[in-house]
């Protein structure tokens, strides 16, 4: 059993499961979040009586779930039903086309040959193939490990991965090179769609972003309860090893003490001493100092251009129409326009691509009354400067929903059948990102190595969550909270190792 006290700033998913290895280990753990429940932007809104998550919705990379549970001696399917979906996503465009993509891979390409014609069919398979050794190129150098670099990743990958990477066109944008891959465009709007996986450009983003539409080949699943319910039970099996969670509870800055961690001072006065933190927190907000000054260097700035924010809302209501599937993506002819729009001229895109996850769809085969929805537009992160007012808000909802009917989908929603969430209300929950979503933007192809690690430059704090490595979306953030705990467990040892041992003349090491 460890003396050390830990404190997790955030009960996020990067928070929970730092917080569970380490509750695990045997520390004192101590995690507080101004929210009153975890989750984080694993989050759910409650619409007469529904709740409907209305953060991440995809739950995919099972296999870092699988492992997480299993190091800490349980097994992720005794705690939560997974239905694997059939129908990766349903897309429609506004000349009348929809395509399917499936988990059976032989399904999509006839749905693709029916939709685009034999010659892009052929394409989607060299494509699949391509993306294949990426994912499996990239994996273990770059996503399994905790601390990557450009030389290090081609020193692990060898001449073989390099030429993987080089056959991608790894250093083009993700658009150039799907216009390798693909001649119909729509099906370059569709892959391209990844890059904001990463709240990121597809103009911008670089070509190895496109190994996400592998993760989703590899499958997708749906959790019973929703993926809130994924929150709750990481939280449960904290807490059954000892960890304290403390709810609607702002930490206000990180004391250090002699160059390191002491401890964390609350809103309400109260200091917590421990030494150790995991900040599960966007990385800008120690940058910024609204975690105190004494940590404003903890994390280098390389790369400033913040991520998508989004414009969301939640509904329960009747729909008709369009035949729903769970996940379903409606593109404008002008994809290019959009990022302009958002990145450019940082504006709400005119005519932007909706999202729409109905979570009562893929498992059942109708839909009877009323039906919960989140539909999700992209938005500049502007939440914490030149504010949209709610005169702008209400024009872009009333122009989403139009352009939804105008796809045929008619979504039966009055003003109480709905909660919409902006730019500002993320930028309120995760202060100093101004609604970013997924940390800084992944543009350019260095992008992927200017995300912060685990270690910060302060000794006795560790990050975790999606604006640090290996970066946003709910494996991600899973994966970046086990490397902390690891960092931190590994520094914890080493130190107490060197303690132990006096160096020459009798006197210990501090």
Sequence with gaps: MSEDHVVVIGAGMAGLVSALQLGHRGFKVTVVDPSDQPGGKMRQAHVNGASIDSGPTVFTMRWVFEQIYASVGERLTDHLKLDQLSVLGR?????????????????????????????????????????????DTLEGPYIREANPSALNLSQSIGL???????????????????????????????????????????????????????????????????????????????RQRGVTFRYNTWCDKIQTQSNRVSGVTLRDGETLACEHVVFNGDASALRQGLLGEEVTASVPSKNNTRSLSAVTWSVHARTSGFALDRHNVFFQDDYAQEFKSIFGAANLPNKPTVYVCAQDRGTQATI?????????????????????????????????FSLLQDFGLKV????????????????????????????QATHGWMAAFARPNSRSQMPGLYLAGGSVHPGPGMPMAALSGRMAAEALMGDRNSTKKFHAAGTYGGTLTQ
Aim: hydrophobic content about 40%; proline content about 4%; some cysteine.
């Design 91 to 135: 897309h429609a465009w506004r000349d009348g086309s929809t395509l399917d993509l499936f988990a059976d891979p032989d399904r999509s390409r006839h749905a693709i040959e029916v939709f685009a014609g034999p010659e892009e069919a052929r394409r989607f398979e060299s494509f699949c193939q391509l993306i294949r050794k990426v994912y």
């Design 368 to 400: 009877t009354g009323k039906e919960r929805l989140l539909c999700l537009i992209n938005a500049p992160a502007v939440g914490d400067g030149r504010r949209l007012t709610q005169e702008m808000i209400q024009a872009c909802q009333t122009q989403t």
């Design 412 to 439: 039966h929603a009055g003003p109480e059948d709905l909660i919409c969430n902006t730019p500002m209300s993320f930028h309120q929950r995760y202060p100093g990102t101004g609604g970013a979503l997924y940390g």
């Design 160 to 238: 073989k991965g390099l030429g993987v990477l080089n056959s991608l066109g790894a250093f083009q944008s993700m658009w150039r090179s799907l216009g390798r891959q693909f001649k119909d465009e729509r099906l370059q709007q569709l892959f391209a769609r990844y890059a904001t996986y990463c709240g990121s450009s597809p103009w911008e983003a670089p070509a190895t972003l496109m190994l996400i539409a592998q993760v989703e080949l590899d499958g997708v699943w749906s959790v019973q309860g929703g993926i809130h319910a994924l929150a709750k039970n990481l939280e449960a099996l904290a």
